[in-house]
DNA sequence: TCATTCTATGTCATATGTGACATATCGTCA
DNA sequence: TGACGATATGTCACATATGACATAGAATGA
């Protein structure tokens, strides 16, 4: 992964999908990015659902602000394993996490297409 | 990630989460190994459907044939980002890899509880 | 037995991810 | 306006993952 204006423009709200071939990613690397995208939102969606800010996120995380917002940014710099392991730690299920994965991003994105 | 002996045992065929206590897992770090075993063997049965040695496929995924057999071993040392890009390239599908991760392990392992 | 093929395991240099820090932006309230 | 809280973004030292290589084990066939 080495672009970076693609997480910017998608998390700018891009309908997902739309930026495929606008760069040249292949099926496998834009599933993976909307897979990482649905775990992002989710994520944020949790956090918010308790009534934490990203720092009080990242305290029990054991990790830092600006991780939190890169996660929640879907920054290409964040692994999956780490989207993962937090959603778990803010108590989702592995149902809850398979729901997030296979739908992508769920947000109803402006720009649909 | 520390602990290797770990995936050993779950490799061996333990039937994962019997596994917890015994070393010092988290729910969470219990699940997101779970998850990544479910990833594992879906490799796998996916590289066997296609009468693939490990050889071949780390062609298609341009890596080697160690690697490989670490993913399809559970080892510690791999991603799931890397699991989950390779069962792409392999066609699977994101509701496919739902099913693996929210399925976790699915052979009927032997010591079952 | 020896070859051959496939898979497992250990190691290493390099690539990539991570937490932490600084700093910027944005919104809200006084 | 300024101050405050929350979020975003850039950078860096350190940690971890990756592909490659060597080598060992296991299974099959001659």
Redesign the interface.
């Given at each position: 992964m080495k672009n970076t204006k693609r997480a910017k423009l998608e998390a700018a709200g891009w309908a997902v999908g739309s930026v495929k071939q606008f760069l040249g990613l292949s099926?496998?690397?834009e599933?993976?990015i909307?897979?990482k995208l649905g775990l992002s939102h989710s994520l944020r969606a949790r956090r918010q659902q308790e009534g934490l800010s990203q720092v009080q996120l990242a305290e029990r995380l054991r990790s830092s602000q600006s991780r939190v917002a890169k996660m929640e940014a879907g920054d290409p710099s964040v692994?999956?394993?780490l989207l993962?392991?937090s959603l778990?730690?803010l108590g989702a299920?592995?149902?809850d996490?398979?729901?997030s994965?296979?739908g992508?991003v769920k947000g109803k994105g402006r720009h649909a297409a």
């Open positions: 099926e496998a690397d599933a993976l909307n897979m692994s999956m394993d993962v392991s778990l730690l299920t592995s149902a996490l398979a729901k994965i296979r992508g």
